[in-house]
């Protein structure tokens, strides 16, 4: 029996659903060691252009394909294109691509918790940059710790879900995005009163030209293309719970405002304290949780500033979990036509599953080296999603939506204009066709080639 489609119970949940699942840890904790690594102003710049010319036109065309299907990613090219098979592999790829990507991302999460604990618990305050290290490598080293704050992220992000789509997901993502935005307000205020904000927000927000070379332009071109989770269909489901009264081009705008807003108050938090406390803005990854902790540990109040930010961090990547578990969920309970609790409950499980490789590569399974060198069984599943999944499945969507052997451009311009607000234009369709899927093969290419 074919299940009755959900639907989300309004349009700013809408928004803030789809911006959710964009925002998280790429936005609060990728984009502030980027933008130190690329020295600031000018990587933030280019990080905006191609914010326009590269995500708002994707993610026009997966909400258009989601809204038009009526069907879960996994079955949306079979339900648009069912006579072009050519076409259908991309349904598989995106479950499998939202799959990888949750591998890795609750363990990742499940860090931030963890340090949310610590620093509620006041165990960070007042300790050494050698003892904040140490705080770092003794989490990795635990397999307990490690598998245990992933499954608590796993396990309560089905446990939302097991409530249904506006019960469980609409509601409390509705709640968790506007504490966010809350949180990230007083932080940032908070921040702007450091002795060293003014050195900090220059080196943020003014654009240093002589430090612009090729790599700036490429990290600002994958941080771009990659904050927004585009080409796994993870935003093409939100797109098929939501009705017809408002055009695509128009929300994909609204919510990469809201997205781009999350990245760059996170920067105004974390650089003005990097000043301050003489924390290398260019520290790398290890910038949230070894960086960010010292600022805490020897700062006035620092356990309750250290608890608010790590708060705002975990439902940043809440939001991306919960989004992305729901696309799971969709696609899972298409194929089979089991309940939403069934599929929760062997979801729940089969993730926790997937997701150990992940936990354990950096304690029982930490001899294991995908790439050589130091690289891990999270670098693997990483490289997978966002360097091969994410681009070449962006390239399909656009490829789609251009063809006519696909969706095709005059159905992408119905389905994507119907509604009020802005409007996919016609002298886009040489942009769209032509130069877009050239732009995100270059992004393909280059990120392969740097990579190794």
């Given at each position: 029996m074919?299940?009755?489609?959900?639907r989300?119970?309004s349009?700013?949940?809408?928004?803030?659903?789809?911006?959710?699942?964009a925002?998280?840890c790429?936005?609060?904790w990728?984009?502030?060691?980027?933008?130190g690594?690329?020295?600031?102003?000018?990587?933030?710049?280019?990080?905006?252009?191609?914010?326009?010319?590269?995500?708002?036109?994707?993610?026009?065309?997966?909400?258009?394909?989601?809204?038009?299907?009526?069907?879960?990613?996994?079955?949306?090219?079979?339900?648009?294109?069912?006579?072009?098979?050519?076409?259908?592999?991309?349904?598989?790829?995106s479950?499998?691509?939202?799959?990888?990507?949750?591998?890795?991302?609750?363990?990742?999460?499940?860090w931030?918790?963890?340090y949310?604990?610590?620093?509620l618990?006041?165990?960070?305050?007042?300790?050494?940059?050698?003892?904040v290290?140490?705080?770092?490598?003794?989490?990795?080293?635990?397999?307990?710790i490690?598998?245990?704050?992933?499954a608590l992220?796993?396990?309560?992000?089905?446990?939302?879900?097991?409530?249904g789509?506006?019960?469980g997901v609409?509601r409390?993502?509705?709640?968790?995005?506007?504490?966010?935005?809350?949180?990230?307000?007083v932080?940032?205020?908070?921040?702007?009163?450091?002795?060293?904000?003014?050195e900090?927000l220059?080196?943020?927000?003014?654009?240093?030209?002589?430090?612009?070379?090729?790599s700036?332009?490429?990290?600002?071109?994958?941080?771009?293309?990659?904050?927004?989770?585009?080409?796994i269909?993870?935003?093409?489901i939100?797109?098929?719970?939501?009705?017809?009264?408002?055009?695509?081009?128009g929300?994909?705008l609204?919510?990469?405002?809201?997205?781009?807003?999350?990245?760059?108050?996170?920067?105004?938090?974390?650089?003005?304290?990097?000043?301050?406390?003489?924390v290398?803005?260019?520290a790398?990854?290890?910038?949230l949780?070894?960086?960010?902790?010292?600022?805490?540990s020897?700062?006035?109040?620092?356990?309750?500033?250290?608890?608010?930010?790590?708060?705002?961090?975990?439902?940043?990547?809440?939001?991306?979990?919960?989004?992305v578990?729901?696309?799971?969920?969709?696609?899972?309970r298409e194929?089979?036509?089991?309940?939403?609790?069934?599929?929760?409950?062997?979801?729940?499980?089969?993730?926790?599953?997937?997701?150990?490789?992940?936990?354990?590569?950096f304690?029982?399974?930490?001899?294991?080296?995908?790439?050589?060198?130091?690289?891990?069984?999270?670098?693997?599943?990483?490289?997978?999603v966002?360097?091969?999944?994410?681009?070449?499945?962006?390239?399909?969507?656009?490829?789609?939506?251009?063809?006519?052997?696909?969706?095709?451009?005059?159905?992408?311009?119905?389905?994507?204009?119907?509604?009020?607000?802005?409007?996919?234009?016609r002298?886009?369709?040489?942009?769209?066709?032509?130069?877009?899927?050239l732009?995100?093969?270059?992004v393909f290419?280059?990120?392969i080639?740097?990579?190794?």
């Amino acid at each position: 029996m074919e299940q009755q489609r959900e639907r989300l119970g309004s349009r700013l949940g809408f928004i803030l659903l789809s911006a959710g699942c964009a925002i998280g840890c790429g936005n609060v904790w990728k984009f502030p060691w980027m933008c130190g690594q690329y020295g600031g102003g000018a990587f933030v710049l280019l990080y905006l252009v191609f914010l326009v010319i590269l995500g708002l036109p994707v993610m026009t065309m997966e909400f258009s394909l989601g809204r038009a299907a009526q069907t879960s990613p996994v079955r949306m090219y079979q339900t648009l294109a069912p006579e072009q098979k050519r076409w259908h592999f991309q349904g598989a790829a995106s479950l499998a691509g939202n799959v990888v990507l949750m591998m890795f991302y609750t363990s990742v999460s499940g860090w931030i918790l963890y340090y949310f604990v610590k620093s509620l618990s006041g165990s960070m305050t007042g300790l050494t940059p050698e003892a904040v290290d140490g705080v770092f490598s003794g989490m990795m080293g635990s397999p307990a710790i490690m598998v245990g704050f992933m499954a608590l992220v796993v396990v309560l992000g089905f446990a939302v879900l097991s409530l249904g789509l506006q019960g469980g997901v609409e509601r409390v993502t509705k709640y968790m995005m506007l504490a966010l935005l809350g949180l990230m307000a007083v932080l940032a205020i908070h921040s702007f009163t450091l002795s060293g904000a003014a050195e900090g927000l220059r080196f943020y927000l003014l654009p240093d030209f002589s430090r612009l070379d090729g790599s700036v332009v490429v990290g600002a071109m994958n941080q771009a293309f990659f904050t927004l989770s585009l080409g796994i269909g993870s935003m093409a489901i939100f797109g098929s719970y939501i009705g017809k009264e408002h055009s695509l081009m128009g929300e994909s705008l609204n919510i990469i405002v809201l997205d781009t807003a999350v990245a760059l108050v996170a920067g105004l938090i974390i650089f003005p304290a990097c000043f301050t406390f003489r924390v290398e803005p260019g520290a790398g990854p290890r910038l949230l949780f070894i960086a960010m902790a010292n600022v805490f540990s020897g700062m006035a109040g620092g356990r309750w500033w250290g608890s608010l930010f790590f708060l705002f961090m975990f439902f940043a990547a809440m939001s991306t979990v919960l989004a992305v578990f729901e696309n799971i969920l969709a696609c899972v309970r298409e194929l089979t036509g089991w309940s939403r609790r069934k599929a929760c409950l062997i979801c729940c499980a089969a993730i926790l599953a997937l997701s150990l490789p992940c936990a354990l590569g950096f304690n029982l399974l930490s001899g294991v080296h995908p790439f050589g060198g130091d690289s891990g069984i999270l670098d693997l599943e990483d490289f997978i999603v966002s360097n091969c999944l994410l681009p070449l499945g962006s390239l399909v969507v656009v490829l789609f939506c251009t063809r006519k052997s696909g969706f095709g451009w005059e159905r992408f311009m119905e389905e994507a204009n119907t509604g009020k607000g802005l409007r996919v234009k016609r002298w886009m369709r040489g942009y769209m066709t032509y130069v877009l899927p050239l732009i995100i093969l270059a992004v393909f290419l280059i990120g392969i080639v740097t990579f190794f």
